[in-house]
């Protein structure tokens, strides 16, 4: 079992940037996530990066939020640049020891969530 601690968030202005990370309390070969859920929507997928190294973003992220991971340290990143007041919501890490060749795994197949960290977006 992995415990996973998410830090970074806060509050920033539109167009702003912020990295979050997130720590695992081990290493192994996880595929990781990020998620967020805005308040009474539905939790999203906004990037994740497979156990081989396979990234994959969601459409709110193309282009604005690059996810990465270092290994070494156990630590998942995202870093996001021009925010957005829709960008505001709780993000959450997550973790699986699932794997799919070629493509992204679904929200249920994570089976490791972090408490979450808040970022807000105002104008």
């Known amino acids: 079992q992995v415990q996973l601690a998410e830090s970074g968030g806060g509050a920033v202005q539109v167009g702003g940037s912020l990295t979050l990370s997130c720590t695992a309390s081990k290493n192994s070969k996880y595929s990781m996530a990020w998620f967020r859920q805005a308040p009474g929507k539905e939790r999203e997928e906004v990037a994740s990066?497979?156990?081989?190294?396979?990234?994959f973003y969601g459409d709110s992220a193309k282009g604005r939020f690059t996810i990465s991971k270092d290994n070494a340290k156990n630590i998942l990143y995202l870093q996001m640049n021009t925010l957005k007041p829709e960008d505001s919501a709780i993000y959450y890490c997550a973790a699986t020891l699932l794997y799919r060749a070629g493509g992204r795994l679904r929200r249920n197949e994570y089976n490791y969530w972090g408490q979450g960290t808040q970022v807000t977006v105002s104008s």
């Open positions: 990066i497979n156990s081989q190294g396979d990234i």
